[in-house]
């Protein structure tokens, strides 16, 4: 090779190597990005209607929750005696059998049999017949049913992926299905206790809100200075 190759090669590429080629632009015929912009965040108006959902599902969470364990209480109270009596009515009627007793203490034994038999079979009735333990369990369905739309609505909330009229329409059917399946009304004073606590939270949050404004005023910088 001579040098004035040498030269004609430098001067086309610089001594630095090739020159760097201008960034191509877009054609203007190439087809845009078709992908739809989805919206992360809800209205103001979808947003309230969801934290109204949200705090009625909770006090109906919390309402059939405490209802199944108030009947479970109920229960145990009358299952607990009867159990504990059925056991002291076995031993006596063990001690009744005994070879060792004298006549009078083996009709004793027989008389105490045969009343704590009676009492055990009384609160086992009374028990079965107020439905103590279906109601315990059809309450705990009902508590995690509404759990679970609770869980809907926090994702709905936090990761908006739905049309917001099928969703509340869905909520609407769920709660329906669960007023169906749960045949038993809550306790009227837990009803009243669940009202009143929601009530003193809403008002809590008012007076949050209140207080927080004119501070928030305050801190705004006069645009007339």
């Given at each position: 090779m001579s040098m004035s190759d040498v030269r004609l090669h430098m001067s086309d590429d610089g001594p630095e190597g090739p020159a760097p080629q201008p960034p191509?632009?877009?054609?203007?015929?190439?087809?845009?990005?078709?992908?739809?912009?989805?919206s992360s965040n809800h209205s103001p108006q979808t947003e309230i209607?969801?934290?109204r959902l949200q705090e009625r599902l909770n006090m109906q969470y919390r309402l059939h929750a405490r209802a199944s364990k108030y009947y479970e209480y109920l229960n145990l109270k009358f299952i607990g005696p009867a159990i504990l009596i059925s056991a002291f009515s076995s031993i006596a009627s063990f001690l009744g059998t005994a070879g060792f007793m004298s006549t009078d203490a083996r009709n004793y034994f027989g008389v105490c049999v045969g009343i704590l038999t009676t009492i055990s079979?009384?609160?086992?009735?009374i028990s079965g017949s107020c439905s103590f333990n279906t109601k315990r369990d059809s309450f705990l369905a009902a508590a995690d049913e509404y759990g679970k739309l609770i869980t809907m609505v926090e994702f709905e909330l936090a990761m908006p992926n739905e049309d917001k009229h099928e969703f509340f329409d869905r909520i609407e059917?769920?709660?329906?299905?669960?007023?169906?399946?749960?045949?038993f009304i809550p306790p009227l004073f837990l009803v009243e206790e669940c009202q009143s606590r929601n009530q003193s939270a809403r008002n809590m949050n008012v007076t949050a809100v209140q207080t927080t404004a004119p501070q928030s005023m305050s801190r705004m910088p006069n645009m007339g200075e």
């Open positions: 191509l632009s877009p054609s203007p015929l190439a087809p845009a990005d078709s992908t739809p912009s989805v209607k969801l934290r079979t009384m609160l086992q009735s059917a769920a709660i329906l299905e669960i007023q169906a399946k749960c045949k």
